[in-house]
């Protein structure tokens, strides 16, 4: 009878480790923020009183960096151009996870390829927002926010979050 008593609790104890675990690691995972402008020429200034940099049009995907001024968004665009939007004219459109989120130092040198066989693709500007896929040795698998992919240098990028 108490080993039987004694089984159950080690199971239920286990069965309560197996489940909450992944619950744990995933609160762990923090995300940053993709949002869509749902209004037609929306200002982005840059502070929440301050002037006008550009005008964004409906549909556009930005970066949402993690700061408010009020009812300011600061966000991104795909340009790598930063300010502040009304957070009115924004929606959620998707996350990905913050420590996939990289921008570049300076302008950097996009390859097809890492390693022995180089070929470049492009230059991307200092300041332009992407995603890391994967790294490798002192190489990064990433696409950008304009939809370039390929191979960079870590020592060219840095992390957002």
Same mark, same amino acid.
């Given at each position: 009878? +108490?080993? *039987? &008593?004694?089984?159950? =609790? ?5 069965v309560l ?17 993709? &949002? +869509?402008? *749902? ?14 940099i550009t ?7 930005? &970066? %949402?960096? *993690? /700061? ?11 340009? @790598? ?5 009304? #957070?009115?004219?924004?929606?959620? %459109? @998707?996350?990905?996870?913050?420590? #996939? ?6 302008? =950097?040198?996009? %390859? ?11 230059? =991307? +500007? ?6 890391? %896929? ?6 990064? #698998? ?15 990028? /840095?992390?957002?979050?």
């Open positions: 009878m +108490k080993r *039987n &008593l004694w089984r159950s =609790i080690l199971c239920l104890a286990l480790v197996l489940t909450l675990a992944p619950l744990s690691a995933l609160a762990a995972t923090k995300t940053a923020k993709i &949002l +869509k402008v *749902n209004v037609d020429k929306a200002r982005m200034r840059e502070s929440s009183s301050g002037e006008i005008t964004l049009n409906k549909g556009t995907k930005v &970066l %949402y960096l *993690n /700061k408010k001024e009020g009812a300011y968004c600061k966000v991104c665009t795909t340009d @790598g151009e930063t300010g502040y939007v009304y #957070q009115g004219f924004l929606s959620s %459109y @998707g996350a990905v996870r913050a420590d #996939q989120v990289y921008v570049t130092k300076s302008s =950097i040198t996009l %390859y097809k390829k890492s390693g022995n066989s180089l070929r470049k693709s492009s230059t =991307i +500007k200092e300041g332009v927002y992407m995603l890391v %896929y994967k790294t490798n040795g002192s190489w990064a #698998q990433v696409k950008s926010m304009t939809g370039k992919s390929g191979y960079v240098r870590l020592s060219g990028i /840095k992390k957002v979050f």
